[in-house]
């Protein structure tokens, strides 16, 4: 099986790009984003810092954190849609994001 990946021509590199995040998806017409990640940068301050800006630009996100890094064919297939219950799979598929940490 060949798998074709359209990445987007636009991207954001260097100090303040993660800023850049939510109007570089209205600049793409991405209203609802899907992010795929591993579950290390998951449970990462890297995560938090890109879904906090999601969240104050009021972008609906879900995230499937369930893969690996450099993703196999299989994995991917795993991604087309959600399952069928939340509740069999509730640490893969997320609605917007976990709670967030006390602030100190």
Known sequence: MVAMITTPRLMAVGGGALGELPGMLARLSLARPLI???PFLF???HF????GQLDRAG?????????????TTAVVATTRS?????AQDRHSWQSRRRPAPARR
């Open 36 to 38: 795929v990640t591993d």
């Open 82 to 86: 959600p399952p069928k219950s939340r």
């Open 59 to 71: 972008v609906v996100w879900k995230v499937f954190s369930d893969t690996v890094p450099d993703p």
């Open 43 to 45: 449970s990462s301050d």
């Open 48 to 51: 938090d810092r890109a879904t």
